[in-house]
Every structure is written in structure tokens, then in C-alpha cells.
């Protein structure tokens, strides 16, 4: 299966368990893998038959910025439901990172990957 991604994505976002996180934006960056037919697209050059990076980059923000939960578990389980959902994208790998969270640690965070039952897992 062909891959479009979305690599080092920085949004800022309300996240976080204490209360002094609820009240501030915080840096996330997120990498995205989605699983797709690119030759479709690729072979009339057509945007409309593929995964627009750009769009679903903004939607990731406006999705993380409309549904603040406490942890970056809930938000990567949610994310990736709605990005499956609205995009019909048959598996996806996510991994959200809290940069700074841990002294001594450059980031934090989660990684999950995701596909519907009815998808084949050779996805490599």
C-alpha cells in the first residue's frame, strides 16, 4: 500500500492533566502515516483522488482545538477515528509528541496505528 504523510506537524493546543495546563495552549507535534492509493491520483494529476496533506494538517489544529482532553492517548484515539472518518483512509499510523513535557527528555508522547477491519494488514 502507498503512504502519504505528514511529518513534524507543530500545532498549539489546549492539553493536559493539572490544572495550570487547561488554561494555556501547549506545543504538540504530530507525524502522521496514511495508508492510500496514490496512482490514482498520479494518473491524470488529479488532487480530488488523493490525501491532501494541507487540508487535513488545518483539521488536524481545528479538531485538537474544538475536543481538549487530558491525555495525549485520548487525543491520538479520537484524532485518528475522525481523520479515518471523514477521509475514509483505510489505516493510518499517529504519533503525538509533547516536546518539553519531561526535563531531560527532548519529547513525550504516543504512538498508535489504526485500520478498519475490513483492511488487509500488509500495509508495509
Same mark, same amino acid.
Given at each position: 500500500m502507498d503512504k502519504v504523510y505528514i511529518e513534524g506537524l507543530?500545532?498549539?493546543t489546549t492539553i493536559g492533566f493539572f490544572e495550570w495546563? #487547561?488554561?494555556? #495552549?501547549q506545543t504538540l507535534v504530530i507525524d %502522521?502515516?496514511?495508508g492510500w492509493d496514490? &496512482?490514482?491520483? &498520479?494518473?491524470n494529476d488529479e488532487l480530488a483522488k488523493t490525501l491532501d496533506? &494541507?487540508?487535513i494538517s488545518i483539521k488536524i489544529e481545528e479538531f485538537a482545538n474544538k475536543n481538549p482532553v487530558d491525555l495525549l492517548e485520548t487525543l491520538a484515539e479520537r484524532l485518528a477515528k475522525f481523520l479515518m472518518?471523514?477521509?475514509?483512509?483505510?489505516? %493510518? #499510523? %499517529?504519533?503525538?509528541? #509533547?516536546p518539553n513535557a519531561v526535563h531531560n527528555a527532548a519529547t513525550v508522547g504516543v504512538e498508535i496505528e489504526r485500520s478498519h477491519p475490513s483492511h488487509n494488514s500488509k500495509h508495509g
Amino acid at each position: 500500500m502507498d503512504k502519504v504523510y505528514i511529518e513534524g506537524l507543530s500545532i498549539q493546543t489546549t492539553i493536559g492533566f493539572f490544572e495550570w495546563e #487547561k488554561g494555556i #495552549k501547549q506545543t504538540l507535534v504530530i507525524d %502522521l502515516v496514511m495508508g492510500w492509493d496514490t &496512482a490514482r491520483a &498520479a494518473e491524470n494529476d488529479e488532487l480530488a483522488k488523493t490525501l491532501d496533506y &494541507a487540508e487535513i494538517s488545518i483539521k488536524i489544529e481545528e479538531f485538537a482545538n474544538k475536543n481538549p482532553v487530558d491525555l495525549l492517548e485520548t487525543l491520538a484515539e479520537r484524532l485518528a477515528k475522525f481523520l479515518m472518518e471523514t477521509y475514509h483512509i483505510p489505516w %493510518l #499510523k %499517529l504519533k503525538v509528541g #509533547k516536546p518539553n513535557a519531561v526535563h531531560n527528555a527532548a519529547t513525550v508522547g504516543v504512538e498508535i496505528e489504526r485500520s478498519h477491519p475490513s483492511h488487509n494488514s500488509k500495509h508495509g
